[in-house]
T-cell receptor
């Protein structure tokens, strides 16, 4: 079985401050890890993924995430938040060579000016 | 590249009726996925195709749900004898070929189903 936990339903940060959205996972074998973002009335958009290689992966809109195997975490980060980053963020995991991805329940990020 | 499209965008039906949704993936994407999303939760995997072959199906999917991808292009998801608990957003995604590229899923806008 595989699972994802996003422990915070809501994260609030001030514009210009760094942000972190947390994600922990459970999966057998080596994981593939993903972050997606959902803006109001829009579909899910891919942000970044970890497949193999460097533990720090960089993605769209200045976001990055760090894969930590010992802590089974894949936290999403951005050095300086923008109001336009306000959205719903989903972390997802899948096993290597499998089709099924398991998503967390999402974290609502609100960036205040 | 026009993105993944889904039709209809909204569907209201009465309990017991059958409904069918269509997904058109991005051209030449050989993988296609169906998910269901309810309010306050993340997308829940339903099934996955590689070309026309249905390779994985969630055990959560009852016999009332069936999906097809007959020519490896568009896909349909049918729900028979709908129940109020089927009310949700149904999402389709596709991904390209390539060892790493295939792991990036591109989502459509979804079909919102309301069963009365």
């Amino acid at each position: 079985a595989q699972s994802v936990a996003q422990p915070e339903d809501q994260v609030n940060v001030a514009e210009g401050n760094p942000l972190t959205v947390k994600c922990t996972y459970s999966v057998s074998g080596n994981p593939y890890l993903f972050w997606y973002v959902q803006y109001p009335n829009r579909g899910l958009q891919f942000l970044l993924k970890y497949i193999t290689g460097d533990n720090l992966v960089k993605g769209s809109y200045g976001f990055e995430a760090e894969f930590n195997k010992s802590q089974t975490s894949f936290h999403l980060k951005k050095p300086s938040a923008l109001v336009s980053d306000s959205a719903l963020y989903f972390c997802a995991v899948k096993r290597t060579n499998a089709g099924k991805s398991t998503f967390g329940d999402g974290t609502t990020l609100t960036v205040k000016p | 590249d026009t993105g993944v499209s889904q039709n209809p965008r909204h569907k209201i039906t009465k309990r017991g009726q059958n409904v069918t949704f269509r997904c058109d993936p991005i051209s030449e994407h050989n993988r296609l996925y169906w998910y269901r999303q309810t309010l306050g939760q993340g997308p829940e995997f339903l099934t996955y195709f590689q070309n026309e072959a249905q390779l994985e199906k969630s055990r959560l999917l009852s016999d009332r749900f069936s999906a097809e991808r007959p020519k490896g292009s568009f896909s349909t998801l049918e729900i028979q004898r709908t129940e109020q608990g089927d009310s949700a957003m149904y999402l389709c995604a596709s991904s390209p070929t390539g060892v790493e590229q295939q792991e990036t899923q591109y989502f459509g806008p979804g079909t919102r189903l309301l069963v009365l």
